[in-house]
């Protein structure tokens, strides 16, 4: 016996067939799998929600962070882009104070709620860098 033929067989399977072909690598197939959680979106009932949450996950931001603008603006507004606070003024879903801030979004600022969280999200990552972080200083202070 050869030194091929004694390699060959010591070798068993797919390697022994690999050795003893024409040197091609051998192929193994198989299925691959992921641990990847699904994504769980909340039942955005209001269509301010949902637009919300496209905005949110545009930014890379987590579910999370999403919950966390979620309770911030159902306490502010209840999600109303006409909602007003007539103590303040505040005015829109994020509660603009003034009001007017939120043209610099858009000149639609009083009638488009996508307007109103476009700019709302752009205070937010401003003053406190994420959602969870202005709902924290909300839940402390009672205002953000």
């Known amino acids: ?7 060959a067989a010591m070798l068993t399977g797919a390697a022994a ?3 003893t072909a024409d040197t091609r690598p051998v192929v193994r197939k198989g299925v691959w799998t992921t641990s990847a959680k699904k994504l769980r979106l909340p039942a955005a ?9 496209r905005l949110v996950l ?3 931001w987590s579910m999370r962070q999403f919950r966390c ?5 159902s306490r502010e507004s209840g999600w109303n882009h006409r909602a007003v606070n007539r103590s303040s003024g505040a005015y829109g879903i994020p509660q603009a ?8 979004a858009g000149s639609d ?8 969280i476009r700019w709302g999200l752009s205070y937010v990552t401003k ?16 205002w953000y």
């Not at 603008?69 to 603006?73: T, V």
């Not at 104070?97 to 610099?104: D, G, H």
């Open 69 to 73: 603008l979620e309770k911030l603006w």
């Open 109 to 116: 600022w009083r009638t488009n709620p996508a307007t109103q």
């Open 17 to 19: 067939t690999a050795a």
């Open 97 to 104: 104070l003034p009001a007017s801030k939120m043209s610099r």
């Open 127 to 142: 003053r406190y860098g994420t959602p969870c972080r202005a709902w924290a200083f909300f839940t402390a202070h009672n």
């Open 45 to 53: 009932k209001s269509g301010n929600k949902l637009i919300a949450l």
């Open 58 to 60: 545009r930014r890379d």
């Open 1 to 7: 016996m050869g030194a091929t033929t004694v390699a």
